[in-house]
């Protein structure tokens, strides 16, 4: 039962880090998301000069590994002139990475909504942007919600790359501990399943609401 | 119209059918010039010309292909014709003239142009995120800028006079097919449309059904709307409109009044159809 003693000893050492990991989800994801509805709209946009630099911007976020983009905003900005503290380097990344993953989800909820509804709006004499804010934006919410969700489960995870710029988060907390009493097991078994109790719980909550949503 | 009027020419070139039909009001409510319509350069209609007085009914009948539900649906630009021009009340709509070309308006333009003409779909269209009575309430306020209060009146009075007052508050998903397909005519009519377009409104529903939204529009017509019905119903066709038009192959093939155009078809194509149609 060394474990248990082990665990109990480095839980409260963890809470700070798990408090760092949550805000750093919250923080991408409230950067992120508008950033994903925003890239979803303009790569379907007609203009070149729009549709272009937002194509690229998804294709880059999608296509490279997270790290790569957390160390050229860490290390690579500064060569150009703008220093981020690691918290928000981490944040600019990962809100990177959601924008460019969550635009197709995005994307996807906006072409989900049947083409009858949009000409049922036009008939009715509405302008485009009143078709877009009253018809078809609220019912792309509803085919985006789950979906974004199970998204920043995968992005909570992702936020343990943060320990590599040194963000103080979870798994860093566990790293330290660990090279500190080299007890590794222990010290990565309790960070994991910190990760995973709030992941299983966030997605048994979206289990429970999705079916609730499915009764008419 | 005279007793002994024959039915439209049948030489199948709109313009000439356009201009026979029964007597009309010096300009009609509805003009269409010879409308062609093309889809990835197939073309499904065929400089087709077709004149609706105010208060007429018209079908449009026809097998399908014929091109019926895109020339009504350029009525109200859903669908831009590739040439030709569409009047209403003697102006003409959804193009504005650049440099001598005809370009299509903008979107303010032709949003106010469909305010005026009232539509209603095979599938309904309704909003399912809404209450049968905002659905009514939508464009009342943001396409016509009426008080919430106003349109909510006007809404439920719409649905009354479908006979739905009950299911005001009722989402769309909870309504039964003829149901949804009544309060989508409510949704049009609350927006005082001069013309009404119907798109096969029957075709999507159980015949059960199907009467509830036949004997709402058949009341619509005694009412004196003016109404384009796409459909195959042709019982409805022959007792409600006043003028049955027959397209065939993207063109106008025949049309007169509807007993005339039911009981005694002059062109040979319109025979065929109309004894596969019947034949059941």
Known sequence: ?216 | MTAGERPADASGTGRRAGEAGPDRSPVPLLRLENISISYRGHEVVHEVSLDVSPGEVVALIGPSGAGKSSLLRCVNFLEVPAAGTVYLEGRPVGFVQRRGRSVPANATALAEHRREVGMVFQNFNLFPHLTAVENVMLAQIHSLGRSKADARERALKELAHVGLASHADAKPAKCSGGQQQRIAIARALAMDPKLMLFDEPTSALDPELGIEVLTTMRRLADEGMTMIVVTHEMHFAEEVADRIVFMADGRIVEQGPARQVMREPVHERTKRFLAAVTDR
Not at chain 1, 163 to 186: D, G, M, V
């Open chain 1, 1 to 216: 039962m060394d474990f248990l003693r082990q665990w109990q000893q480095f839980f409260p050492q963890f809470l700070p880090g798990l408090w760092v990991t949550l805000k750093l989800t919250v923080a991408s994801l409230v950067l992120g998301f508008p950033l994903g509805a925003a890239l979803a709209v303009a790569v379907s946009s007609t203009r070149r000069v729009i549709r272009w630099p937002s194509i690229v911007l998804v294709e880059l976020g999608r296509g490279a590994p997270g790290l790569i983009v957390l160390y050229l905003v860490y290390y690579g900005l500064p060569q150009v002139g703008l220093t981020l503290p690691n918290f928000l380097a981490a944040t600019v990344a990962l809100a990177i990475t959601t924008g460019a993953y969550s635009s197709e989800i995005f994307r996807a909820g906006l072409l989900a909504v049947p083409v009858g509804q949009r000409e049922a709006s036009r008939a009715l004499g509405l302008k485009p942007f009143k078709e877009f804010r009253l018809v078809v934006l609220p019912q792309a919410l509803k085919f985006v919600i789950p979906p974004l969700i199970g998204f920043a489960i995968i992005l909570y995870q992702g936020t343990s790359l943060a320990f590599a710029i040194s963000t103080p988060e979870l798994l860093s907390r566990a790293y330290n501990a660990a090279s500190i009493t080299f007890q590794f097991t222990a010290a990565l078994t309790l960070a994991g399943a910190m990760y995973a109790v709030i992941s299983l719980l966030a997605i048994a909550l979206v289990r429970t609401g999705s079916r609730r949503d499915e009764r008419p």
